[in-house]
T-cell receptor, first 114, second 116 residues
Framework: DSGVTQTPKHLITATGQRVTLRCSPR?????VYWYQQSLDQGLQFLIQ???????AKGNILERFSAQQFPDLHSELNLSSLELGDSALYFC?????????????FGPGTRLTVL | DQQVKQNSPSLSVQEGRISILNCDYT??????FLWYKKYPAEGPTFLIS?????DKNEDGRFTVFLNKSAKHLSLHIVPSQPGDSAVYFC???????????????FGQGTILTVHP
């Protein structure tokens, strides 16, 4: 158990809809990261937040957005969903001890867009 | 443009023998490297890491070697155990302008199967 929690575990929705994925980092970690894992793209970095502020951005679509709240949990919002958005979405956190780049991953949310 | 490559999609070894997983990178700005293990339906689990100022880091059965001139790293597992069977990802990160950005760039993964 990495200490990172993600909800929901599975999500099935239709094209055009909007969903919100939630992540709670390990206790004491200030950084939260979001990654997308699809079959053909592997694990792709989406976005990083540090203590409530956006720190780095990867190949995140404009239809996607994220935020980190004062209690350090984070939400990833995906809108106008397309079939190609079906993937595993992982949240990771880092910071409490250890190297900043040693990220600890949650179990993921499997999103299926029908 | 794949900056981190794991050219072997799969590796099969006998229990008790050494497993060697390889990873190549192209971005010379990468300065920190990590290995993760992933079981199906779970998130990646951090295994071991190495800074670019070192060429070897050891943790129990796991050793990571870094060859900066060749832009190559490898993970050695000795002895291999059936429970090590999983997908192994190498990942790299870079330091920009004195601020450590946490973006990890992952390879495509290698499926390790350890036979009893």
């Amino acid at each position: 158990d990495s200490g990172v929690t993600q909800t929901p575990k599975h999500l099935i929705t239709a094209t055009g809809q909007r969903v919100t994925l939630r992540c709670s980092p390990r206790s004491g970690d200030l950084s939260v990261y979001w990654y997308q894992q699809s079959l053909d793209q592997g694990l792709q970095f989406l976005i990083q937040y540090y203590n409530g502020e956006e720190r780095a951005k990867g190949n995140i679509l404009e239809r996607f957005s994220a935020q980190q709240f004062p209690d350090l949990h984070s939400e990833l919002n995906l809108s106008s969903l397309e079939l190609g958005d079906s993937a595993l979405y992982f949240c990771a956190s880092s910071g409490a001890g250890g190297h900043i780049n040693e990220q600890f991953f949650g179990p993921g949310t499997r999103l299926t867009v029908l | 443009d794949q900056q981190v490559k794991q050219n072997s999609p799969s590796l099969s070894v006998q229990e008790g023998r050494i497993s060697i997983l390889n990873c190549d990178y192209t971005n010379s700005m990468f300065d920190y490297f990590l290995w993760y293990k992933k079981y199906p339906a779970e998130g990646p689990t951090f295994l071991i890491s190495i800074s670019s100022i070192k060429d070897k880091n050891e943790d129990g059965r796991f050793t990571v070697f870094l060859n900066k001139s060749a832009k190559h790293l490898s993970l050695h597992i000795v002895p291999s155990q059936p429970g090590d069977s999983a997908v192994y990802f190498c990942a790299a990160s870079a330091l920009y302008g004195g601020t450590s950005y946490g973006k990890l760039t992952f390879g495509q993964g290698t499926i390790l199967t350890v036979h009893p």
